[in-house]
């Protein structure tokens, strides 16, 4: 039963290549094929989970091995990476709840996206991101799980800037993109220190591992992790990314922000358990950030007059309470908690849009006491505490600075010193000096300075220029005839044939495939 494990994560990229494949093609497109594009996502959703029940319950009878391995992926040295999956445990059951709440909403967003313009783009990113999701929660190994990680940050990016002709939801992508981004490099990193410290990146080699690291590696490798577990759930001081996520379709929140991909860095976390257990410092830390959050979703929530922006506060609060129990070594409730908040936060993010005609007529909750009699504290939670801003004024505005001083130095310095010369290329070029010949240019003036530059590269390339002005002058151009002209033309229409013809697409990506089938 283990070998099903391969067609959960397969089964919704095969529906999304199809899809894909449909909008490039020209096969699915417009309000005319949206049946057939449902159907294809949908029925991938249904078999996915099918598989996914299945292999639990194969779990839970005790007919699993634990782990199903495809073949070796890459081999370097002393690291081997091989397509290896996890059959058993916290993984498959998480795996099964993801693919029922994959498929609801997937079923959901059929009618609700019904004759928006990217409707097809829609399910062909959301039929991405469950591959994704599935191959994060089940891979074996670091890398594995590292990129069903990065498909799912980059589906959520495109999903966030899905209506990409408005300038808010363009820039609310992009920096949630960009925030992510600090995740994933302490992501690498921590695959870095633990090959370099176990000889190995599988999670079962690793965790199996932690009790022979020192305090100090086992802290560097956790450490690590956790900022990666921050950034993707929103914790402190990241959590500002999640508001600006809800610019995307509602559906879309639900799956990536309600109950499935925000809760990867909690997951993480549990997946580590014996390396954060290994580490006071790295425990201590946990408990902070998510006791810290909880507070600060907690108050900010209070103030949120809009659905989702409520959703997104009581979201993170309650991410920054699984890091506490995580961080106090809670972990079963941790994991119960997780599987608890994933189903209560897609059912509330689905029914979002009829909420208001579901309260009709319910009278609205004023500010508690305790807030409204402490202004200063009631406007810090208006602004959100004005994270959005510190971010700015720490990080934003002075890279944007020092970017501007250093185009600054290129342009005043660099460029002065290196110049930049005039088109001397025309003159190196044999064939415009022989359509010189042809036009009756007087190529024998020598007094014809035909490149002419500043700096140091436009000196050599004067002196390159007359270089080969003199040779083509004297050995190439009088030395042939007008016939050298003809067979010279005929020979630039067969280039120009075939760099039109190397440069179509197929083409293009048949050599992109052989040049990587060589290097492997």
Sequence with gaps: ???????????????????????????????????????????????TAIQALTLLGADLLGKN???????????SD???????????????????LFSLLLLVSIRFSVNYMHRE????????????????????????????????????????????GYAYHRPVATSNAVRAFVTNRIGDAAFILGIALSYAWTENINWLHIDNFASQLTVV??????????????????????????ARAMEGPTPSSAVFYG?????????????????????????????????????YSFIVGLTQTDVKSSFVYAISGQLGLMFLECGLEFWQLAKWHLCA???????????????????????????????????????????????????????????????????????????????????????????????E?????????????????????????????AVMHWFEDKMVLRGVGKGAVSYGRELGHLANTFEQLVIRPRYLVLFVLITLLVAF
């Design 341 to 435: 908040h994933a189903v209560v936060r897609a059912y509330q993010l689905l029914t979002a849009p009829s909420l208001m005609h579901n309260v009709h007529n319910n009278p609205t909750t004023p500010v508690g006491v305790s807030l409204a009699s402490r202004p200063w504290l009631f406007v810090a939670s208006l602004h959100r505490f004005w994270l959005d801003q510190i971010t700015d004024w720490s990080l934003i505005k002075p890279i944007q600075r020092l970017a501007h001083d250093l185009s600054y130095f290129d342009d005043r310095v660099i460029d002065r010193f290196m110049g930049t010369p005039d088109p001397a290329i025309n003159a190196i070029s044999s064939f415009v000096q022989l359509e």
């Design 259 to 295: 109950a499935v991909m925000i809760h990867s860095g909690v997951f993480l976390l549990i997946q580590l358990r014996p390396i954060f257990e290994h580490s006071f410092l790295a425990m201590l830390l946990i408990s902070f950030i998510g006791l810290a959050t909880a507070c």
């Design 117 to 160: 313009a990217g409707f097809h783009r829609f399910f062909f990113i959301l039929s991405l991101f469950s591959s994704g999701m599935f191959l994060l929660v089940l891979s074996g190994n670091a890398m594995g799980t590292f990129a069903g990680w990065e498909i799912a940050g980059l589906c959520s990016y495109l999903l966030i």
């Design 1 to 47: 039963m283990d070998a099903l494990v391969i067609l959960i994560p397969f089964l919704p990229l095969l529906a999304a290549i199809v899809i894909g494949g449909g909008q490039l093609f020209g096969w699915l497109r417009g309000e005319a094929s949206e049946q057939a594009t449902a159907d294809i996502a949908v029925w991938s959703a249904v078999f």
């Design 65 to 75: 091995q634990g782990s199903f391995s495809i073949g070796q992926w890459l081999s």
């Design 437 to 465: 010949q042809v036009l009756g240019a007087q190529l024998d003036n020598e007094q014809d300075n035909f490149a002419h530059g500043t700096g140091l590269a436009g000196k050599l390339t004067q002196w390159t220029a």
């Design 78 to 96: 002393q690291l081997t990476v091989r397509v290896n999956f996890i059959t058993t445990g916290f993984n498959v059951q998480l795996a099964a």
């Design 217 to 242: 590696e086992s802290t560097g490798i956790a450490l690590c992790f956790a900022l990666a577990a921050f950034v993707k759930s929103a914790q402190l001081p990241f959590t500002p990314w999640l």
